[in-house]
């Protein structure tokens, strides 16, 4: 996606473009759209009248809140086809000029991907995940229009009726339920002309019937489990045992499930989730103590902690290196595992705060050191402004100046949040002097 400078049809261009503000000029006058536009175009113009859409003011509703937005998003049907679209269309946005977005059944979107730096662009006209892109609230664009019609459809430039989408063109479609037929949602490519060309509006198509397919095999497999599990109720069930999940970030009390641990033993425990293959005796003395630590200590503390597993109903250290008796879900893992994968969001709602901050061991202090140095480059490269607010806003990063100038950086020219960051920078600057 890319916002229009120079175009071999300028001249074209601009004349459509005239003729278009011409009859929308005519339209908000009279009542009545010219007949000389495209039938889509003219119905859906109508349509935007008598909804008594604002072509220069009317912006897209945010009507979910961060938290609500991000849990509405993952229970979606969508959701789990996600990585389809992007080996389909995302992979390929950023060479190409131009940003994918996917939408719900009602028009707000749930994912915009593609070109960063355009991507930013579109944020001056909310084209952002959890805005509104129906007609209702916009105004003709293609995923609404496509939604509105349950049919795919191209709007170029000042086809569409709210002016600030001028510079855009879009191609969209929608995506059924493979069982029932129902529309959940719509899949949008967005940029320059190359976002309305022919070859364009196949590639959405063929991307839309890959993801309905996609859908119907998740449902066989679905039907096929549950007539699975249906037929083992007659058996003993011999169930894998679940994996305990050991809490370590933040400032909370550290809890291997439902038990609390002491620093200690939240220490070893940590150390040992991390460090899956197991640690010996001497290194492992090493990173719990600071200076020399004596082997006698470190057996005494073992033993305890294996009363303490013992009565949680936890298997016993193993011992030769020391390792757990089996995983647990070490919350410290699922961040690191998500900043490997790319999921930045997802790493930033699992990361509480630093692993065990009160702890001084030298293996704590180097595994937090490590995790949070992680989860910030990978913010520094790749955030979005929301996101990488999200993050500076964090006590442990208020006074951060390189996030901050990282994030006055790729905010947009007009975002409203710049003068608060330049504020807030102004104020960590005068406290350091």
């Not at 609404?144 to 569409?160: F, K, N, P, S, Y």
């Amino acid at each position: 996606m890319a916002v229009p400078e120079r175009h071999p049809q300028r001249s074209d261009t601009s004349s459509l473009r005239d003729r278009l503000l011409r009859a929308q000029q005519d339209a908000i006058e009279t009542g009545e759209v010219p007949l000389t536009l495209r039938p889509v175009v003219r119905a859906s113009w109508e349509r935007a009248l008598r909804g008594a859409i604002d072509p220069d003011r009317t912006l897209p509703r945010i009507d979910l809140d961060d938290d609500a937005f991000r849990e509405y998003r993952a229970a979606h049907a969508l959701a789990p086809v996600m990585p389809v679209i992007r080996r389909l269309l995302v992979d390929g946005a950023d060479d190409a000029g131009l940003v994918v977005a996917v939408g719900d059944a009602h028009g707000r979107l749930l994912f915009v991907e593609g070109d960063a730096g355009l991507r930013r662009r579109a944020e001056d006209m909310l084209f952002i995940a959890g805005a509104d892109w129906s007609e209702a609230s916009v105004g003709t664009s293609a995923p609404g229009t496509a939604l509105e019609l349950d049919r795919a459809v191209q709007i170029r430039g000042a086809e569409h009726y709210n002016r600030m989408v001028h510079p855009w063109s879009c191609t969209a479609a929608p995506v059924h339920d493979p069982a029932s037929g129902a529309v959940l949602g719509v899949i949008d490519i967005t940029g320059t002309d190359h976002a309305v060309a022919p070859h364009t509006l196949s590639l959405v198509s063929a991307t839309v019937a890959a993801v309905e397919a996609e859908l119907r095999i998740a449902s066989l497999e679905s039907t096929v489990r549950a007539t699975l599990r249906r037929s083992r109720m007659t058996t003993v069930p011999t169930p894998k045992p679940a994996r305990t999940a050991l809490t370590v970030l933040g400032g909370r009390r550290p809890r291997l499930g439902p038990q609390e641990l002491s620093p200690r033993h939240a220490e070893i425990l940590t150390l040992l989730a991390w460090h899956q293959r197991g640690i010996g005796a001497e290194r492992l003395a090493g990173l719990l103590y600071e200076g020399e630590a004596s082997p006698v200590t470190l057996r005494a503390e073992i033993v305890r902690l294996r009363r303490v597993l013992e009565a949680a109903g936890e298997p016993p250290l193993e011992s030769r290196p020391y390792r757990l008796g089996r995983e647990v879900d070490l919350d410290a893992t699922s961040v690191a595992r998500l900043v490997g994968q790319g999921s930045l969001r997802k790493a930033l709602e699992r990361y509480a705060g630093p692993v065990l901050p009160a702890s001084v061991a030298p293996g704590i202090v180097e595994l937090r050191e490590e995790l949070d140095g992680r989860l910030r480059e990978s913010l520094l490269s790749d955030a979005s402004p929301e996101l990488l607010l999200d993050y500076a806003e964090r006590d442990e990063h208020r006074y951060d100046t390189e996030v901050w100038r990282a994030l006055l950086e790729i905010l947009p020219p007009r975002s409203p949040r710049r003068a608060s960051v330049v504020s807030h920078l102004e104020r960590i600057e005068s406290a350091l002097r």
